[in-house]
């Protein structure tokens, strides 16, 4: 039942997103980072790392895409890989935003080969000055998962998302970033995922910039016994704005 509602929501959705009246005035801007990460976990290793998002705004509306790439080899084999991307259409009603996302995710060290993500969601600003600010939102995913070593088993499970942002500027061209997810199954509330993200920015010229991340990455069941629930990642990166 919950996946033919999302299914359902999934064609309705954009069918109204894409009615509205699209406007001229838009603000376009973006950033690509180029670092040096070092891992721990199912990827234990340091190694170059990249990251791209591109954000349109437009007064009704906002489209946003964010990548995250981290790969490495070493002696003629790969010991890093995982692929986090995702798009976002965002209605903007003044605090709350209602939106749909698509996003990919493919770690094998994860024993991920492939995941697709989608579903609506919906958000709420607490708080949004020009120094700084706060916003809780709720949103649902179907997780479509093709499992490396397990041959042909695709796993199909719709999960609950709660997701916090803030946004705190030092000053004009020091801010700190802090993203936090907590994901469980509609089937088993002990399968569940939590995501932090932290950021320290700071701008030395108008494109160029330097910042230091610290993500964390912990699922509680995963999805083979040898698998490390685990992982973590520092890097430090320079920063190109566009």
Same mark, same amino acid.
């Given at each position: ?17 894409? #009615? ?23 990827? *234990? ?20 895409? *964010?990548?995250?790439? %981290?790969?490495?080899? #070493? ?19 003044? !605090? &709350? ?5 698509? =996003? ?6 994860? /024993?991920?080969?492939? !995941? ?13 000055? @020009? @120094? ?17 070593? +397990?041959?042909?088993?695709? *796993?199909?499970?719709?999960?609950? /998302?709660? @997701?916090?942002? &803030? ?6 061209? %020091? ?11 509609? @089937? ?11 950021? %320290? ?9 330097? =910042?230091?991340?610290? +993500?964390? /990455? ?8 040898? +698998?490390? !629930? %685990? ?6 990166? +320079?920063?190109?704005?566009?």
């Amino acid at each position: 039942m919950a996946g033919r509602l999302l299914f359902s929501l999934l064609v309705l959705f954009p069918l109204f997103a894409f #009615s509205l009246e699209t406007v001229e005035e838009n603000l376009k801007k973006g950033f690509i980072t180029f670092g040096y990460s070092q891992s721990q976990g199912n990827i *234990d290793v340091s190694t170059a790392s990249l990251t791209a998002n591109y954000t349109v705004k437009y007064p009704t509306y906002r489209l946003y895409f *964010d990548l995250k790439v %981290l790969y490495g080899t #070493s002696m003629g084999e790969k010991n890093a890989e995982q692929i986090d991307g995702k798009f976002r259409y965002e209605l903007r009603k003044e !605090r &709350f935003f209602p939106f749909w996302d698509v =996003q990919y995710y493919r770690n094998p060290f994860q /024993n991920f080969e492939h !995941r697709l993500a989608t579903g609506p969601g919906i958000g709420y600003y607490v708080t949004r000055t @020009e @120094e700084r600010y706060i916003s809780v939102s709720y949103y649902l995913y179907m997780y479509y998962d093709v499992i490396k070593n +397990i041959t042909e088993q695709e *796993d199909k499970t719709l999960f609950h /998302n709660i @997701e916090e942002r &803030f946004k705190y500027y030092f000053t004009e061209n %020091l801010f700190f970033k802090e993203k936090g997810i907590y994901s469980v199954s509609n @089937e088993n509330f002990q399968n569940y995922y939590i995501n932090v993200e932290l950021n %320290l920015i700071n701008k030395i010229t108008e494109k160029i910039g330097l =910042q230091l991340s610290y +993500i964390i /990455n912990y699922q509680n069941i995963p999805k083979e016994e040898n +698998i490390k !629930r %685990l992982d973590t990642t520092f890097t430090t990166s +320079i920063m190109y704005n566009f």
